[in-house]
């Protein structure tokens, strides 16, 4: 299984009526000022090379921030991309996807064949549980925040408790991390503290995110539970942790416990970090 994040696609042809006095036209002057140059399509399409070269994945995580303004227009051009990735896709937007407020009919629910059309979902593949949250909402300028609803975090809670008795290797997918001091305050998740604590009471066996577009391995906050991002898919940058990267994980169930082996790559295919550890079946219910 593959995990990428934070591709921030080519812009299609959009009616720029939709930046005027928003959020957007602030991104856009960065966008037009720094992001395009280093956020480059060139270096995705090398990114989806790698990927492809691997033929034994069953998915491709998607942890985000796949358009840069969250417009109509985006989310219908980036329907095709996620069409021709190399695997099929199972996607939680971020915060470039939700920049300012937006119908679902013309945003989230064009994306629900990949995703789910509430949060959390699950989708199960063979013996692993993706579950996908929702962590990004429309944020004042100069902040991208993140924020989990009670509604997300009770329904979390049970499903990580079914699913672990059900002895399924439980994978949470989320688009900021939740852990502190990995983003300054005003990108973080503002509610780290209690999807920490659900984590820590019921267990998990991974979280990956996007954001920070950074290729980190920590831990979640408060727990030992392995805590993994990626650089942005798109990136341009001499700094190996920065440059476009992408995990591939390998779930193998043994007798008692779930082992995970985490082998990460960069744009050109070579290989970055190798990691692996592992976790008992139906830990910390």
Same mark, same amino acid.
């Given at each position: 299984?593959?995990?990428?994040?934070? =591709?921030?696609?080519?812009?299609?042809?959009?009616?720029?009526?939709?930046?005027?006095?928003?959020?957007?036209?602030? *991104?856009?002057?960065?966008?037009?000022?720094?992001?395009?140059?280093?956020?480059?399509?060139?270096?995705?399409?090398? !990114?989806?090379?790698?990927?492809? *070269?691997?033929?034994?994945?069953?998915?491709?995580?998607?942890?985000?921030?796949?358009?840069?303004?969250?417009?109509?227009?985006?989310?219908?051009?980036?329907?095709?991309?996620?069409?021709?990735?190399?695997?099929? =896709?199972?996607?939680?937007?971020?915060?470039?996807?939700?920049?300012?407020?937006?119908? =679902?009919?013309?945003?989230?629910?064009?994306?629900?064949?990949?995703?789910?059309?509430?949060?959390?979902?699950?989708?199960?593949?063979?013996?692993?549980?993706?579950?996908?949250?929702?962590?990004?909402? =429309?944020?004042?300028?100069?902040?991208?925040?993140?924020?989990?609803?009670?509604?997300? !975090?009770?329904?979390?809670?049970?499903?990580?408790?079914?699913?672990?008795? @059900?002895?399924?290797?439980?994978?949470?997918?989320?688009?900021?991390?939740?852990?502190?001091?990995?983003?300054?305050?005003?990108?973080?998740?503002?509610?780290?503290?209690?999807? *920490?604590?659900?984590?820590?009471?019921?267990?998990?066996?991974?979280?990956?995110?996007?954001?920070?577009?950074?290729?980190?391995?920590?831990?979640?906050?408060?727990?030992?539970?392995?805590?993994?991002?990626?650089?942005?898919?798109?990136?341009?940058?001499?700094?190996?942790?920065? @440059?476009?990267?992408?995990?591939?994980?390998?779930?193998?169930?043994?007798?008692?416990?779930?082992?995970?082996?985490?082998?990460?790559?960069?744009?050109?295919?070579?290989?970055?970090?190798?990691? @692996?550890?592992?976790?008992?079946?139906?830990?910390?219910?």
């Amino acid at each position: 299984m593959a995990h990428i994040s934070d =591709p921030h696609l080519p812009l299609p042809s959009i009616p720029w009526t939709s930046f005027f006095l928003n959020k957007r036209l602030l *991104s856009a002057l960065l966008w037009r000022i720094k992001r395009q140059h280093c956020l480059r399509p060139d270096i995705n399409k090398r !990114l989806l090379k790698s990927i492809q *070269s691997v033929k034994t994945l069953s998915n491709i995580l998607v942890s985000g921030d796949i358009t840069n303004f969250g417009t109509y227009e985006e989310y219908l051009s980036s329907r095709s991309w996620l069409q021709r990735l190399p695997a099929p =896709p199972i996607v939680v937007p971020g915060n470039h996807d939700i920049m300012v407020p937006i119908t =679902p009919e013309k945003s989230l629910a064009l994306w629900k064949e990949w995703s789910g059309e509430s949060y959390p979902f699950v989708r199960l593949i063979g013996h692993v549980a993706i579950i996908g949250l929702n962590s990004a909402l =429309p944020t004042p300028p100069f902040t991208a925040y993140g924020y989990l609803s009670k509604s997300q !975090l009770l329904e979390l809670e049970s499903l990580l408790e079914t699913l672990g008795k @059900q002895g399924y290797c439980r994978v949470v997918m989320i688009h900021h991390p939740p852990k502190k001091g990995l983003l300054k305050k005003q990108k973080s998740l503002l509610n780290t503290n209690k999807l *920490s604590r659900i984590l820590q009471r019921r267990g998990a066996e991974l979280v990956v995110h996007g954001h920070s577009h950074n290729a980190t391995v920590t831990t979640v906050e408060n727990t030992d539970i392995p805590l993994v991002g990626i650089g942005a898919a798109s990136m341009y940058s001499h700094c190996d942790h920065r @440059q476009a990267s992408w995990n591939h994980f390998i779930f193998t169930p043994q007798t008692n416990e779930h082992h995970i082996q985490l082998m990460r790559y960069n744009y050109e295919g070579e290989i970055m970090t190798q990691k @692996q550890w592992s976790a008992p079946i139906g830990g910390l219910l």
